[in-house]
């Protein structure tokens, strides 16, 4: 008995074609290059030197063209330049999601589960007596029936209040969540490229939301000196600058974000790997990035308290192992009563999906 053979076993050819697995890489390249083009097909270039990713039947100027002819890059007649389009942007958005969370299947709307129930999007087995305020959908017209009929017989059939049962629903709770990212110049200081890791993160959850979270908001904000919005589309773009760590900017226009979303349920995640050394008074701005400076931490400390009585909980992903940082941030945390992870590059995702999704889970009140 021969059993299986295996032979000739390509572990690059998983049922994809060369122009797919070069995209897939391209992809991961724009993430690093800021959405430029040309500086992510030059690595494409020397990447196919050293690692032979063409050959003589499909080279670099097939791929080119198939990146054209299916609509990820364009020319920018204005410019000259090769550009990517929106069909890019959101390609990158789902590779990140699937690197970061794993593959996710679209789910029912306003997935955040809680244990009470209530008027929801889901149907639960769970059935009441009719009471005073319920609405006509919520009937259980089948059990309502068959109470009737066992209450007042099928001959002479007649429909009371008391007949009426009422099928309960799964509450699903709706969040709003503002995600701060720190663009100041320490997140690519000392050799680290922290940004990329911050901005895949950003785009992953921004695609989980669209796709998984429909009835769910997510704002992006980025603070450096200031602190302004970016769309999701912007991500892919987002780019580290000369700036301080301005945190209560960042913290200000959250909060002023989150007042006007109209979910009961509201929170922020801050991604940032340095101390707060700035603020903005007036038309000055006061720096020092010389230490835990108390005029400004006093600041981001009152925000914290404001956010409490606000109820919004502020969780931070600290990329950093300062002691002194770390205690400042434990300060911040136990202020807001919020959460703080010390989280290394490579498991920030892990820390805020888990964060993210632990919040449907909660009971709402």
């Given at each position: 008995?021969?059993?299986?053979?295996?032979?000739?076993?390509?572990?690059?050819?998983?049922?994809?074609?060369?122009?797919?697995?070069?995209?897939?890489?391209?992809?991961?390249?724009?993430?690093?290059?800021?959405?430029d083009?040309?500086?992510?097909?030059?690595?494409?270039?020397?990447?196919?030197?050293?690692?032979?990713?063409?050959?003589?039947?499909?080279?670099?100027?097939?791929?080119?063209?198939?990146?054209?002819?299916?609509?990820?890059?364009?020319?920018?007649?204005?410019?000259?330049?090769?550009?990517?389009?929106?069909k890019?942007?959101q390609?990158?958005?789902?590779?990140?999601?699937?690197?970061?969370?794993?593959?996710?299947?679209?789910?029912?709307?306003?997935?955040?589960?809680?244990?009470?129930?209530?008027q929801?999007?889901?149907?639960?087995?769970?059935?009441?007596?009719?009471?005073?305020?319920?609405?006509?959908?919520?009937?259980?017209?089948?059990?309502?029936?068959?109470?009737?009929?066992?209450?007042?017989?099928?001959?002479?059939?007649?429909?009371?209040?008391?007949?009426?049962?009422?099928?309960?629903?799964?509450?699903?709770?709706?969040?709003?969540?503002?995600?701060?990212?720190?663009?100041?110049?320490?997140?690519?200081?000392?050799?680290?490229?922290?940004?990329?890791?911050?901005k895949?993160?950003?785009?992953?959850?921004?695609?989980?939301?669209?796709?998984?979270?429909?009835?769910?908001?997510?704002?992006?904000?980025?603070?450096?000196?200031?602190?302004?919005?970016?769309?999701?589309?912007?991500?892919?773009?987002?780019?580290?600058?000369?700036?301080?760590?301005?945190?209560?900017a960042?913290?200000?226009?959250?909060?002023?974000?989150?007042?006007?979303?109209?979910?009961p349920?509201?929170?922020?995640?801050?991604i940032?790997?340095?101390?707060?050394?700035?603020?903005?008074?007036?038309?000055?701005?006061?720096?020092?990035?010389?230490?835990?400076?108390?005029?400004?931490?006093?600041?981001?400390?009152?925000?914290?308290?404001?956010?409490?009585?606000?109820?919004?909980?502020?969780?931070?992903?600290?990329?950093?192992?300062?002691?002194?940082?770390?205690?400042?941030?434990?300060?911040?945390?136990?202020?807001?009563?919020?959460?703080?992870?010390?989280?290394?590059?490579?498991?920030?995702?892990?820390?805020?999906?888990?964060?993210?999704?632990?919040?449907?889970?909660?009971?709402?009140?």
């Amino acid at each position: 008995m021969l059993g299986h053979r295996f032979d000739k076993f390509d572990p690059r050819a998983q049922g994809k074609t060369r122009f797919e697995q070069m995209l897939d890489l391209f992809m991961q390249l724009l993430t690093y290059t800021n959405g430029d083009v040309s500086e992510a097909l030059q690595w494409m270039n020397e990447l196919d030197k050293k690692y032979q990713l063409t050959d003589d039947e499909y080279g670099m100027g097939d791929f080119i063209d198939d990146l054209k002819e299916n609509g990820y890059i364009k020319d920018d007649n204005q410019t000259g330049r090769i550009v990517i389009t929106g069909k890019s942007e959101q390609s990158i958005r789902k590779k990140s999601l699937e690197e970061i969370f794993g593959k996710l299947k679209k789910s029912k709307q306003g997935d955040h589960s809680t244990r009470k129930p209530g008027q929801g999007d889901e149907i639960s087995p769970d059935h009441r007596p009719f009471q005073f305020g319920d609405m006509l959908e919520q009937i259980d017209f089948t059990e309502s029936i068959r109470n009737a009929q066992i209450n007042h017989g099928v001959d002479s059939f007649n429909m009371q209040e008391d007949d009426l049962q009422i099928r309960e629903t799964d509450f699903k709770a709706q969040t709003s969540t503002v995600l701060m990212i720190d663009i100041s110049h320490s997140m690519i200081l000392y050799g680290e490229d922290r940004i990329t890791p911050a901005k895949k993160v950003a785009m992953a959850l921004s695609e989980l939301i669209t796709t998984k979270y429909p009835k769910d908001t997510l704002d992006i904000v980025v603070f450096g000196n200031d602190a302004w919005p970016v769309e999701i589309k912007d991500l892919p773009y987002l780019q580290v600058g000369p700036y301080h760590t301005n945190t209560v900017a960042g913290l200000e226009l959250a909060m002023d974000i989150l007042r006007r979303r109209k979910n009961p349920n509201k929170q922020i995640f801050m991604i940032t790997d340095g101390k707060p050394t700035c603020l903005k008074i007036g038309k000055r701005y006061y720096k020092n990035s010389f230490g835990l400076d108390r005029k400004v931490t006093n600041r981001c400390l009152n925000l914290a308290a404001q956010c409490k009585k606000l109820k919004i909980p502020i969780t931070t992903f600290m990329i950093a192992s300062d002691p002194y940082l770390q205690r400042f941030v434990t300060e911040f945390t136990e202020t807001n009563n919020g959460k703080a992870f010390f989280a290394s590059l490579d498991k920030l995702g892990a820390f805020i999906f888990k964060d993210f999704e632990s919040g449907k889970r909660k009971t709402v009140y």
